[in-house]
């Protein structure tokens, strides 16, 4: 661009130098150069505020990205925690269902109110062994 500003003033320095005279031509290039500096200045301005705003444009992009990702991890975890949580919560209840089972089925042994079906197949497994059956008895209601 500075070729071409030069190359623009000194096509208008021989104009003038061929129309008007020497001395005009001259104090148009003594006005028309500091002109030219300041212009080549502004455009080195512009291209370093336009460099400037990128870099803080690409910051910021990097940043909401990083930022994004930060919280999606956190929101995958907190749903990783949640289904833990669950299945956790889920085990025990199952744990405690099953311990109410066999203190049910406790309770019907003593008190001889058996489930006449699952006793009949305790009795079966067992051989007709009554202890044994007891046991076995105790696994089938469990299940």
Known sequence: ??????????GHWIVYVLAIGIPVSLVF?????????????????????RSIQEA???????????????????????????KEDKAAQEAEEAQ??????????MDELETGKLDKLTWGKALIAADGD?????????????L
């Open 1 to 10: 661009m500075v070729l071409a500003d030069i190359a623009y003033t000194v």
């Open 29 to 49: 290039l003594v006005w028309w150069i500091p002109f030219l500096i300041n212009k080549r200045k502004e455009r080195e301005e512009i291209a370093r505020i």
């Open 56 to 82: 803080i444009t690409k910051d910021a992009a990097e940043r909401n990205a990083r930022e994004s990702a930060a919280k999606e991890a956190a929101e995958k975890a907190k749903w990783e925690k949640a």
């Open 96 to 105: 405690q269902r099953a311990d109410q089972a066999i203190i049910m089925a």
């Open 130 to 142: 009554e202890k044994r059956a007891r046991i076995e008895y105790l696994k089938l209601r469990k």
